[in-house]
């Protein structure tokens, strides 16, 4: 009778080299270190570079397009200008300000 579900493994012969055959987590710990390590560096890199983000262009006079739907590139190939909104005077909360950029 074959094993159902959930329930015990019948007759189980784990006498081979079972390591290979099983999926594990033993590295979980270590791999959740190198990806923190990797994500520092990765910043560290990218703030050294000083390249285009989102808040350096929020708000300039000429908005500098990273990435953009088919329509905005369409629209920039013809000449057409990306049109930037003024920022108002007052102070702003963190979501009002997320329409301006």
């Known amino acids: 009778m074959a094993p159902s579900r959930n329930g015990m493994v019948l007759k189980p012969h784990f006498h081979k080299d079972w390591q290979r055959r099983v999926a594990t987590w ?9 990806r923190r390590k990797a994500r520092q560096a990765k910043a560290r890199r990218h703030s ?3 390249g285009p983000d989102h808040r350096h262009f ?4 000429e908005a ?3 990435h953009g739907v088919p329509a905005d590139q369409r ?11 003024p920022l108002p ?8 300000g997320r329409q301006f950029c």
């Open 26 to 34: 033993f590295n979980q710990p270590a791999r959740k270190i190198r």
């Open 48 to 50: 050294q570079e000083g």
């Open 58 to 61: 929020c708000g300039s006079e």
């Open 64 to 66: 500098e397009q990273v």
């Open 75 to 85: 629209a920039a190939a013809e000449g057409v200008p990306l049109q930037t909104h």
């Open 89 to 96: 005077q007052e102070a702003l909360g963190p979501q009002e």
